[in-house]
């Protein structure tokens, strides 16, 4: 997929990383609304994100809403 080769050769995600630039491909391709995971490194860095989105828009293309399961289900408010 292009845009996975593309996050790696233009340096948003390392070398190491080519799998999460899959998943972040695929669901961008798709047109999925969120993309949930636990990598937090990678993926679900803030950072990260803002790098994959300047490059993504360019091409008319939207990052998906990335987070965890916890942070999409929000915080627990049974105190």
Known sequence: MAIAKDLVTENILPRKAVEDALHIAAATVHGMDF??????KHIANPIIQ??????????????PFICTPEELLGADNDE
Do not use: D, M, R, V
């Open 35 to 40: 993309l949930l995971t636990w990598n937090c």
């Open 50 to 63: 803002e790098s994959i989105a300047a490059y993504l828009a360019p091409k008319g293309l939207f990052l």
